[in-house]
């Protein structure tokens, strides 16, 4: 048996990890690169090793750095399985044909502006072709088993986000796990994840490898930053994750409304995405922390904006108001259209509640560049930029240590860390080599390990 790393090593995004035995080829997350132009660029590139030809994916969760590139395979001919859990495939249901439309229509814009150095700019893959692969996915539940071929999977909770999973693989007495992406152990909405079951291998998350989650109250930094921001008279524009994040933070604003700690301002849900997932999190809350009622009162006390008449008449809101709004790297999604009106307004606010990967408008944004490149324009960013910590769905290096002593890896275990930054790789590392036995690596891209 061997396994090659395609993606999400040496780098936090493009998770694919091809597992192959004589007889049957498996990828294991099948993510899009994101961030820098040169990452994304591999989206582009002949598919590796034939991988459209194998013969199932199993995914670790949702997020399209570990599923959105499926589609992709399809277009080339994939027409395997797509194995994951159902509140996996209820989400994939929602994200990879969102993600085909946003394509679709950056493409459309670039060519209409002639912002693109192409001629024709064209979209990755689009809404049909999105819509097309969901036909191959097939969910599962957590522990139940199955089998490709001659290799034995079942899959564990691991927090992180709403069907969010550690997988195990098995073949001939070698037992392979993938970690996916680690949720922490006191998140305010999904549960801890799994401690892991005995494993001769482990591929694991490190995206908070050189960092400690904040131990300041993220209930008051938000209740700070509303605040501010509503005594300034501005907007608080929270650019989110439609998956996990937009649902945990429309749950704390609301809550802190009723509470009185901060005051009951209009608060705008614009992405129709996250308004989708919101619905499919109060459809599974037996998943997550958060009550049927809870669920339900964020529902009430939230506007959502559906349609782009919608979007846009919040223009016409006064202020202060709240918008939360996609994508939560900054990158694209509607969140882009207020940063137009407001980003140059002192009063107003940019809060930024989850990890900024290299290279995108968040990540700049939040160094303090003074302006930013929006369709093709440079933008003044007048307004305060502020982060609230605490609210990862990854936990840190401390907690995966935690989880790790957990878990019944014997001593001798080999670690090989993906999904990280070179620093949180290299930091991981050096934290796990002082604090356990394992046999720690950092995974290199197109690295091939043959186990025994």
């Given at each position: 048996?061997?396994?090659?790393?395609?993606?999400?090593?040496?780098?936090?995004?493009?998770?694919?990890?091809?597992?192959?035995?004589?007889?049957?080829?498996?990828?294991?997350?099948?993510?899009?690169?994101?961030?820098?132009?040169?990452?994304?660029?591999?989206?582009?590139?002949?598919?590796?090793?034939?991988?459209?030809?194998?013969?199932?994916?199993?995914?670790?969760?949702?997020?399209?750095?570990?599923?959105?590139?499926?589609?992709?395979?399809?277009?080339?001919?994939?027409?395997?399985?797509?194995?994951?859990?159902?509140?996996?495939?209820?989400?994939?249901?929602?994200?990879?044909?969102?993600?085909?439309?946003?394509?679709?229509?950056?493409?459309?814009?670039?060519?209409?502006?002639?912002?693109?150095?192409?001629?024709?700019?064209?979209?990755?893959?689009?809404?049909?072709?999105?819509?097309?692969?969901?036909?191959?996915?097939?969910?599962?539940?957590?522990?139940?088993?199955?089998?490709?071929?001659?290799?034995?999977?079942?899959?564990?909770?691991?927090?992180?986000?709403?069907?969010?999973?550690?997988?195990?693989?098995?073949?001939?007495?070698?037992?392979?796990?993938?970690?996916?992406?680690?949720?922490?152990?006191?998140?305010?909405?999904?549960?801890?994840?799994?401690?892991?079951?005995?494993?001769?291998?482990?591929?694991?998350?490190?995206?908070?490898?050189?960092?400690?989650?904040?131990?300041?109250?993220?209930?008051?930094?938000?209740?700070?930053?509303?605040?501010?921001?509503?005594?300034?008279?501005?907007?608080?524009?929270?650019p989110s994750f439609a998956v996990g994040r937009a649902q945990l933070l429309q749950h704390m604003?609301?809550?802190?409304?009723?509470?009185?700690?901060?005051?009951?301002?209009?608060?705008?849900?614009?992405?129709?995405?996250?308004?989708?997932?919101?619905?499919?999190?109060?459809?599974?809350?037996?998943?997550?922390?958060?009550?049927?009622?809870?669920?339900?009162?964020?529902?009430?006390?939230?506007?959502?904006?559906?349609?782009?008449?919608?979007?846009?008449?919040?223009?016409?809101?006064?202020?202060?108001?709240?918008?939360?709004?996609?994508?939560?790297?900054?990158?694209?999604?509607?969140?882009?259209?207020?940063?137009?009106?407001?980003?140059?307004?002192?009063?107003?606010?940019?809060?930024?509640?989850?990890?900024?990967?290299?290279?995108?408008?968040?990540?700049?944004?939040?160094?303090?560049?003074?302006?930013?490149?929006?369709?093709?324009?440079?933008?003044?960013?007048?307004?305060?930029?502020?982060?609230?910590?605490?609210?990862?769905?990854?936990?840190?290096?401390?907690?995966?240590?935690?989880?790790?002593?957990?878990?019944?890896?014997?001593?001798?275990?080999?670690?090989?860390?993906?999904?990280?930054?070179?620093?949180?790789?290299?930091?991981?590392?050096?934290?796990?080599?002082?604090?356990?036995?394992?046999?720690?690596?950092?995974?290199?891209?197109?690295?091939?390990?043959?186990?025994?």
């Amino acid at each position: 048996m061997r396994l090659t790393f395609l993606g999400g090593s040496e780098t936090v995004t493009g998770s694919k990890y091809l597992l192959e035995t004589e007889t049957t080829r498996v990828l294991i997350d099948c993510g899009l690169f994101q961030g820098y132009k040169w990452l994304r660029r591999r989206n582009w590139e002949p598919v590796p090793l034939g991988i459209n030809e194998v013969d199932a994916i199993v995914l670790t969760h949702a997020h399209l750095d570990h599923s959105g590139f499926v589609p992709v395979l399809y277009s080339q001919g994939f027409r395997g399985r797509v194995y994951a859990h159902y509140g996996t495939v209820g989400l994939c249901q929602i994200l990879w044909p969102d993600s085909g439309r946003i394509q679709e229509e950056d493409a459309k814009f670039y060519k209409k502006h002639q912002l693109s150095k192409h001629d024709n700019p064209r979209a990755l893959y689009d809404e049909a072709t999105a819509e097309q692969a969901l036909t191959l996915l097939h969910g599962i539940e957590y522990d139940k088993r199955f089998s490709v071929g001659d290799i034995h999977f079942y899959l564990q909770p691991a927090g992180h986000i709403l069907g969010a999973a550690s997988v195990i693989a098995e073949h001939d007495g070698v037992r392979i796990g993938f970690s996916g992406d680690v949720g922490r152990p006191h998140d305010i909405l999904m549960q801890p994840p799994r401690p892991l079951p005995e494993v001769d291998y482990l591929l694991l998350e490190s995206t908070y490898g050189d960092r400690r989650h904040s131990e300041e109250d993220p209930w008051q930094q938000l209740a700070d930053v509303v605040n501010e921001t509503a005594a300034s008279g501005g907007v608080l524009m929270i650019p989110s994750f439609a998956v996990g994040r937009a649902q945990l933070l429309q749950h704390m604003l609301i809550t802190l409304m009723q509470e009185d700690r901060i005051p009951r301002l209009p608060i705008f849900l614009d992405s129709p995405m996250a308004i989708s997932v919101s619905e499919l999190y109060s459809e599974h809350h037996e998943y997550h922390r958060l009550s049927a009622a809870q669920c339900h009162a964020a529902e009430q006390g939230i506007i959502y904006t559906h349609s782009v008449e919608e979007s846009k008449a919040i223009a016409s809101q006064g202020a202060p108001h709240i918008i939360i709004a996609g994508s939560g790297m900054a990158t694209g999604g509607r969140i882009l259209h207020h940063f137009k009106r407001w980003l140059g307004d002192h009063r107003s606010t940019v809060l930024f509640s989850g990890h900024q990967a290299g290279g995108t408008r968040g990540a700049k944004m939040v160094q303090g560049m003074e302006r930013i490149k929006l369709h093709g324009q440079w933008l003044p960013v007048k307004a305060r930029v502020r982060v609230l910590d605490g609210l990862s769905g990854h936990a840190d290096y401390v907690e995966i240590g935690d989880w790790l002593k957990q878990s019944a890896l014997p001593a001798d275990a080999k670690l090989f860390l993906v999904h990280g930054e070179p620093d949180a790789l290299e930091a991981q590392a050096d934290y796990l080599k002082q604090t356990t036995s394992y046999d720690v690596n950092v995974a290199g891209y197109r690295q091939v390990l043959h186990f025994d």
